[in-house]
């Protein structure tokens, strides 16, 4: 087998010095277990706009889409939010998202044991939670065009953006998200405003349709996206698999990953279509942002970096055993009290993420 | 003063009977308080379907135009989910908020001292909550063109909506904002997605304008929709007054009332914009949905309908010490330990619907 290929983009705030901690793991698993990685680094976001004008060069997207997998940590930051829409740090992720056809966002909310206490709900609503949130995502309303601001003869201004689904982006979504609840609970839990919009409408008929003609062995059941927002809160227990367009899936799996009171520890997938060969695109990246405020002191959490490269070892590398060493240091480490600032509970140890990440190396 | 008009819509579901309680508080005040209300009644939603071929008949929305204030309970049921969109019982409720001009949709989520074990969150998060989420109600994505369901070419089907929004829309809620912020926290916090929705920049930039031009007392912040959705679950109480779109407005603000663990609890009012007599459209109803699987037998909690008759009162009618005595006594009968279903908890006293609202009258 050739070597196997990634890219990482550390990007803005915190970024750099979680993917600085990620590379020691990479080498850990070349040193250890013999599995080399030919690994290059490359700017996006502010970083890449600071340095060449664009938060993504057209050579950064040509390596990203030349490699087997992509790792990101983090875009973004007030230096930069006054920048125009395609001059911002967001804009070089979408960016990636589309010309890598990243569809399908997988994002895990699941409350580790050792935290539960760290959840701002009743430790009995969260404890054993395990979501996975599949989140359509190079459609919808962040692409859909006609969108943009424009004058209009009054003299006010009108703002327009458009959502638009078509089957084919339903289904290869929604198949997905069945795959998924087949390896779990089995459940799915399709989520829409199919009462208000038509586009919603059609999503809801189209999972349907799929799941008649494939996947009649799941148990799929339909949520409004306010009542789901609902539920999350209420009993988010009952839930197993949820799919969900793209801008319900950016605000239900915040809503998700913030009940397990522990974003520092969540990562995500962003997977494309498996092509001939087997292979499919794919880019892994925490679900917590660049926090500017804590950057470059040693202080951000490793860990959601850390759980991201171990679903880049699952996804993408089909290294099951080598993702399993990986998740279950962090378990145990959790386990011993070490945490850093943003789960830390009294009575537990307080450390860097350079600590936590040696703690995190030393029990693989 | 001509006598004041209301029209009540019962609707569908547990609908009828918690306006029927709500008919008794009515008569209350003309019989302890001089406050007499002309008072008609009317269909929506599947009841109207049932009746007419329609969620809502013209002739019942021009009575609505009419009147001083409309009184909904609730909408929607199993039984129409297959209907056609312009059939369905949702399309009354649209319809009533688009012909009225209904721009500003009021939601309180407040924790009731007597209730904050009810929450799923944790006792410290949610004591005092005390939210108002002012939703856009007449623009943005429910009622934006083109949209629909088109057959492609290619055999795929396109589903489309449109969010589309006007300065003098964004203008208009946020003043409502503004205004409402003076009289409680003076904090006003702004949400949309202007970080990938030309329609959320264009909502920022603007409300960032009049609250320069007018408002400069009140404190403005702004967080984007998904941060929004998950400082609701982290952090609740740092928020004041919440302003959003229609469709952000929709999923926050059902988060937010779940924050409170009792939706049973919570009225919402929709308000048009002021005439040249000083009147406004309004329109109060609970946020809580037609329930149908305990419709009809004497379990609902009527405090929701009481509530937004209270939220009627002070809004409609400037009746604030005639809300108060309401309120209060809601306050006083929930601190004796009487609780329907929806609220019930362990050492409490269970009542059906009925015997809450002697209650709540009795204490009045
Ligand atoms: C950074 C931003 C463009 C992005 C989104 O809205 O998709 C983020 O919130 C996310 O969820 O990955
Ligand atoms: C019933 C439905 C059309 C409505 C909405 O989506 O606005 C409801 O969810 C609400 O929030 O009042």
Redesign the pocket.
Known sequence: MSKRSLLLLPGDGIGPEVMRQVRRVIDWYARKRGIEFAVEEGLVGGCSYDAHGTPLTDETMARALAVDAVLLAA??GPKWDNLGFDKR??AG??RL?KEMQLFA?LRPAKVFDALVDASTLKPDVVRGLDIMIV?E?TGGV?FGEPRGITDLPNGERRGVNTQVYDTHEIHRVARVAFELARKRGNKVCSSEKGNVMESGLLWRQEVIALHKAEYQDVELSHMLADAAAMQLVRNPKQFDVIVTD??F??IL??EASMLTGSIGMLP?ASLGATDANGKRKALY?P?H?SAPDIAGRDLANPIAMFLSFAMALRWSFDLQAEADILENAVENVLNTGLRTGDIMQPGMARVSTSVMADSILREM
């Open positions: 875009v973004g740090p967001e992720l979408l998202r966002n989140r995502l962040y793209n801008l899936g950016d799996s915040d995500s990246e679900v942002g």
